[in-house]
């Protein structure tokens, strides 16, 4: 990925990991980020965060001490991404090649501001640090630009369903 750190996000915001704590606020943010048939559920989400917390990375405003953004994933030795990623929290197998993005939320705010490149950026420069090959997500069309300029190939429309939408599955290879 293109070297894309910029000192004014990295002044206003710190990168890490999720905390336990954080739970509510980050279900709140898929609930502003994502229509309901998209969204992940409370339950799964809160299931995510407590068994796979490391491959959460989140985006805290320093003022406010609030989540802006986050990343989530989970790691898998497959290739092809499956709507079951989104709710079977038990897919994830520690030690897979590959990740298999399940969510990149901004809130409203925080948009138009690069944070969503940076969160990427910052997410795939740690999980080839991790020893990952490949990072899987899915897309509606209206975003297939966004993510090819941060260096996605666009394989062509997927097989996943999720909320009963046409996704586009994309690989970057780490």
Not at 30 to 35: A, L, S
Not at 160 to 173: K, N, V
């Amino acid at each position: 990925m293109k070297e894309f750190i910029s000192e004014t996000i990295m002044e206003k915001y710190e990168f890490r990991n999720i905390r336990p704590e954080e739970t509510d606020q980050a279900v709140q943010i898929e609930q502003i980020c994502f229509p309901p048939n998209e969204a992940c559920s409370e339950k799964h989400m809160t299931e995510r965060i407590q068994k796979v917390s490391e491959l959460f990375l989140v985006a805290v405003d320093k003022k406010t001490g609030k989540i802006a953004g986050f990343l989530n994933g989970s790691a898998t030795d497959e290739e092809v991404f499956r709507d079951e990623f989104f709710t079977d929290v038990t897919l994830n197998n520690r030690n897979g090649k590959n990740i298999m993005l399940l969510g990149l939320d901004v809130l409203p705010e925080y948009r138009g501001q690069g944070l969503a490149r940076e969160l990427m950026h910052q997410y795939l420069r740690r999980e080839k640090e991790n020893g990952r090959e490949k990072v899987f997500l899915t897309c509606l069309d209206n975003k297939v630009e966004m993510y090819t300029k941060m260096g996605y190939k666009d394989l062509g429309i997927s097989g996943s369903s999720w909320g009963g939408e046409e996704w586009h599955d994309m690989l970057y290879e780490l």
